[in-house]
């Protein structure tokens, strides 16, 4: 009998070890590779990186349409690895990512801060991967080269003006001062983003929804449009708004001119009809014709003019010289210990791998729930505007997915979310922890900590810090 279970034991080993073998070989053989020439076989460090995630083969459970090993088509493995493939592939996609290494163009920021993310705590590969591809566990120079090559690209491509040398390759970056911008456009689209002649009523501009007093937002739940209607979701700031890839928390426009099209003919916000009817009641008072003539170079009241000038207008909105702005600059003295660990804690638990870029956000789309069911736990039933940036492309891999918010003046743009469920910023931080980060709960002193940090993100507009024209 002892050596019935020895022979049996001993089989087993080797058939274990065989099939270790065999998907090391495997692994190796179907990796992703570099064309001849990419750009990237000339510079060693995203060589070195590149030559990780080919190792580790993230592709397996993070890439569309990847060659999986032979025991993904056995019953129980298929079963078990179809869940794993389904929740990688909507934590992250790593097909943009080779991309950038084949073709030597720059990888996007909230790219980089999801994998920095893992990195550093540590998460990738899973253990149970690691079960049966060995050679899959990075090592500490490994990981060492993914955080350079991190670092690099944002020294290279990211890094702001004003930045301290020692902070140029953080994830969040200081506002610049100002952006490029048409002064006469400016000068129109302000005066425009006030006038309540766009709307269907008379009564309802841009500015009654995002107060300039208030943060960029008005307060509410969701908005309140024409006649009195509410909309069926939290208005975002327009403040660093220009600092977005996409507007809407669904990201239905991809510029600030698109954005700024759709409130006018929304008939739950601004509520008018057509473009035509709205370019009549601007020809009405003779100055706007001379403000368009200026702007434009010609007497051209239409939907692009407008939306354009409104645009324009839009990137002057940005906060810029916030106490963290001024602590990545090089002033120690701007944040204080607990807002320094804050800070910290902030990208230790996650959050920076969302979070991201100048603005803190706006630089890609994420799954409302990533860890646990929000919507189970917000409970109440789903609404179109639940199911996010699925409206947009009708795509299942997008729904309850929304742009992710800018925190820039976070602390003044209460309710959060983009239900609007949530009333506090310490709330907020809780909320987010449980349902968008393996963390799950933090402990009261460390919410403390975060809400301290996102506080010092309240910046300067129009010679004034913000909460100092918040009422």
């Known amino acids: 009998m002892k050596r019935m279970i020895l022979s049996a034991c001993v089989a087993g080993i080797v058939a274990y070890g065989g099939v270790v073998a065999y998907l090391a070989h495997f692994d190796h053989a179907t990796a992703p590779v570099l064309v001849a020439g990419a750009a990237t076989q000339g510079d060693p460090t995203a060589l070195a990186a590149f ?12 890439a569309a ?4 090993p ?7 493995a298929r079963q078990l690895m179809t869940r794993d493939l389904d929740e990688g592939l909507r934590h992250f996609r790593i097909e943009p990512v080779i991309a950038s290494f084949r073709q030597g163009t720059v990888p996007d920021e909230e790219q980089l801060a999801r994998i920095e993310e893992v990195i550093r705590q540590n998460r990738m590969p899973p253990t149970l991967y690691l079960l049966m591809h060995w050679h899959a566990h990075l090592s500490g120079r490994q990981r060492d080269a993914m955080l350079a090559w991190i670092a690099q690209v944002r020294r290279d491509h990211y890094a702001t003006p004003g930045v301290a040398p020692r902070f140029a390759a953080e994830p969040v970056q200081p506002i610049p001062e100002t952006l490029p911008v048409d002064s006469r456009k400016v000068a129109l689209g302000q005066r425009l983003f006030f006038d309540k002649a766009l709307s269907a009523n008379g009564q309802v ?19 309140t449009g024409v006649f009195g209607q509410k909309g069926p979701i939290n208005v975002p700031t327009v403040f660093d708004a220009a600092f977005s890839k996409s507007q809407f928390w669904n990201g239905r426009a991809a510029t600030l001119a698109d954005q700024a099209a759709g409130p006018v003919m929304n008939p739950k916000e601004m509520g008018s009809h057509d473009w035509a009817q709205v370019a009549a009641k601007l020809r009405t008072d003779p100055s706007y014709a001379v403000d368009f003539q200026a702007a434009f170079g010609r007497d051209a009241i239409d939907r692009p003019t407008i939306t354009a000038a409104i645009a324009e207008y839009e990137k002057t909105l940005i906060t810029p010289d916030s106490r963290f702005d001024q602590y990545l600059k090089g002033d120690d003295t701007a944040l204080n210990d607990r807002e320094r660990n804050g800070y910290a804690l902030f990208k230790d638990v ?16 994420e799954a409302m729930g990533l860890e646990g069911d929000y919507f189970a736990g917000r409970g109440g039933a789903l609404t179109d505007a639940d199911r996010g940036r699925f409206m947009v492309t009708h795509s299942p ?11 820039r003046n976070i602390a003044l743009t209460a309710p959060y979310f983009h239900d609007g469920s949530v009333k506090t910023l310490d709330d907020a931080v809780r909320q987010m922890a449980r349902y968008q980060t393996p963390a799950h709960t933090l402990s009261d002193e460390d919410v403390a900590d975060i809400v301290a940090f996102l506080r010092t993100l309240t910046g300067r507009y129009d010679g004034r810090t913000l909460a100092d024209t918040t009422p």
């Not at 501009?205 to 908005?223: K, N, Y």
């Open 51 to 62: 030559n990780v995630i080919r190792e580790a083969r993230c592709d397996y459970c993070h």
């Open 65 to 68: 349409k990847t060659d999986l």
């Open 205 to 223: 501009s841009c500015a009654s929804c995002h107060a300039l007093t208030h943060g960029g937002v008005d307060g509410l739940v969701t908005a």
């Open 350 to 365: 996650g959050c920076s791998g969302c979070h991201t870029g100048v603005a803190l956000g706006g630089q890609a789309y």
């Open 397 to 407: 891999d997008d729904m309850e997915r929304f742009k992710v918010p800018n925190l």
């Open 70 to 76: 032979f025991y993904f088509r056995l019953p129980v």
